[in-house]
Each structure stands twice: as C-alpha cells, then as structure tokens.
C-alpha cells in the first residue's frame, strides 16, 4: 500500500462532532485514500456546538476538501451550508459536506448507505411492511430511503409519540408508502409484528449497554430480519433477543462502512475500495472493543 507523506499539497477531510474520541471514521477513510494513493487525511475535530458555526467558516477559509458531520451536529449545521441534496432538505440534516471551490454542498449518505446494505443482505424492501424503533436522526434518513425504495407499510415506534407523528405528518407527502405512528408498548402486541419483513432499532437503546424493550420476536415470520443500526455488536440486545429467537439478524457496520464510501465518493470522484475501508473499520472496531 503506498504511503502518502504529508507535505505542501496535502489536503484535508474533517469529521466534526461531540464527543469525538470514539469515531472509527479516520481509520477506515486514511486507509482508502492511501490505498488509492490520494494526497488526503482525514482528520477527527473536536467542535463544541457553540463553535460549530465558526468551525464551518474554517472549512471555507483553511480550503478543506470536506467533512463528515456527527452528533451533535447534523440538523444544526444545515443552516451553515450554500446547498443541499434533495435527500439532505427531506432529513433536515446533514452528515457529508463538499467544498466546492468555497461553496459548501450537504448530503446525508445515512440511507443510502442503509439500502445498499439491505441490498448485500439480499433484502429487497419494495412492498413489504417495516417496523422502524426511534425517531431520531438516524431514524429519518433510513424512512426516506425505504420510502424511496418503495416499502409498503412502515411503522415508527418511539418513546415520545409526538416525534413519531411529526416523521409520519413529514414524510406521508413524499411517496405511497402507508406511514404510521405507534407508542414503544406496541411492540408487545404480535399483531403489530405479524406481517412484518424487517425490524429496525434506530433508536440509541442499547448504546449505553441497557436492555432492549419489551418486543413479541416470535411473533413474526420466520425469515423476518432484525437490523439494528448500533454497530457494537456486542453491545446490542435487541440482536442477542432476535437471534435467540432464531431470527436472522444484522449490525450497523455496513451501514457505516457504506454511509463512508458514499462519503468518499462524494469528496475523491472516485469509486470507494470498500474492502480495504471494511478491513480498517473492523480492526479499528476490535481496538475499541
Ligand atoms: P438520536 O439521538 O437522533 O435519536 C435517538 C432515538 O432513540 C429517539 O427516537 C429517542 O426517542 C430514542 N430513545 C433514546 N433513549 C430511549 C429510551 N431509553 N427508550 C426508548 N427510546 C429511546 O440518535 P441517532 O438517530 O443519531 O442514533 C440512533 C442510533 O443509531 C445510535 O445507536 C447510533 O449509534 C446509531 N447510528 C448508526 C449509524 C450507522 O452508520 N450504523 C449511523 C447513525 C446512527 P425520543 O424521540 O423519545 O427522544
């Protein structure tokens, strides 16, 4: 793999967020571009959400390629940027920033990044009826792209009702998908789950190593799968619940992993070397564990 050395034509990518120690994102972006031989680095910033508006500024001013956008950060810094993908204005957030010439464009390649994960599992969402756990950020990017891939039905369940129906009252224009929204205690009921293909957590339940809510696995079809967009899998529950149930089960690490090649794409033109960025994601993901 050909080292890059840092010198004078060197340009920067930047991930803004708080807390940041933890991202695996540097890992897995260094190793792409070195193995494409770019002269880029990728670099983790600790921006505090009262800086963030002067952080922006910086990336106009000190000529950075782009960035990647994390908690806390997403929603608020919409407001900072010259344009928007229409896939970004429909989140309301943002997770990718292009530097075009001093013009900052956002993008949001959380859904995107979701269904092409679905896709390797093989799973096809058009027609079928989807539980989707949270309301959050996360939760909104994964509903517009199984709204874009044409799902039947999607159930939002979420503690506050009121975000539930919010999502449902936002998103109920942009296509034929029937939307509707549950309180967490729904989960219980088999008549909920019955008919379902897929089960998303995108709620941050279990982040913290706390035990999944009360939820009728039996009750659906054999081959439903279960998806949690948390990608610890040690530290999922929801998942540990679902296999025990002998239902198939999946991690957000592709979803990272491909959330980060759509980044790339967007910031190089270049296609992303998705093994090598898989191999530094998994190893960065072991060192943390
Ligand atoms: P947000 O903070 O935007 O949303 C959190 C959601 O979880 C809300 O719907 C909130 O409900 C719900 N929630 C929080 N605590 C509880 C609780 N105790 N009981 C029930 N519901 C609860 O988070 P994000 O959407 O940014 O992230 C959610 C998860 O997705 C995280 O685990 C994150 O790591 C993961 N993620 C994974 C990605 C990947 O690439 N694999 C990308 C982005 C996120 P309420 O509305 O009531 O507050």
Redo the contacts with the bound molecule.
């Keep these: 793999m050909a080292r890059h050395t840092i010198d004078g034509h060197t340009r920067t990518v930047g991930i803004f967020g708080d807390p940041i120690a933890h991202t695996r994102s540097p890992a897995m972006h260094n190793a792409a571009f070195q193995a494409l031989g770019l002269p880029y680095v990728y670099l983790p910033f600790h921006v505090r959400p009262a800086d963030l508006v002067k952080a922006v500024h910086g990336v106009r001013a000190l000529g950075l390629l782009g960035l990647n956008v994390t908690?806390p950060h997403?929603e608020r810094i919409v407001r900072c940027l010259d344009s928007l993908s229409p896939e970004a204005e429909l989140c309301g957030a943002v997770n990718t920033v292009v530097n075009q010439d001093g013009q900052l464009f956002g993008d949001n390649t959380?859904g995107r990044?979701f269904l092409n994960s679905l896709q390797e599992a093989k799973l096809s969402p058009r027609g079928s009826e989807v539980v989707l756990i949270?309301?959050?950020?996360?939760?909104r990017a994964v509903l517009a792209s199984l709204i874009r891939a044409r799902c039947a039905a999607i159930r939002i369940v979420?503690?506050?009702q009121a975000?539930a129906r919010k999502l449902v009252r936002t998103y109920r224009r942009t296509g034929d998908t029937r939307l509707e929204a549950l309180p967490?205690d729904s989960l219980r009921d088999p008549a909920v789950l019955s008919g379902v293909r897929l089960v998303i957590n995108?709620?941050?339940?279990?982040?913290h190593g706390?035990e999944f809510?009360p939820l009728a696995y039996t009750a659906t079809q054999a081959g439903c799968l279960f998806y949690d967009?948390?990608?610890r899998p040690d530290r999922t529950p929801f998942l540990r619940h679902a296999r025990a149930a002998g239902r198939p089960v999946m991690d957000?690490?592709r979803?990272?992993l491909h959330?980060g090649a759509l980044a790339f794409s967007l910031w190089t033109g270049r296609p992303a070397p998705l093994e090598v960025m898989d191999r530094a994601l998994r190893r960065a993901l072991r060192q943390t564990a």
């Excluded at 949270?134 to 939760?139: E, L, Q, T, Y």
């Excluded at 995108?202 to 982040?207: D, N």
């Design positions: 908690v997403k959380d990044g949270g309301a959050g950020g996360s939760a979420n503690r506050t975000n967490l995108a709620s941050s339940v279990g982040l706390d809510l967009l948390l990608y957000g690490r979803m990272l959330q």
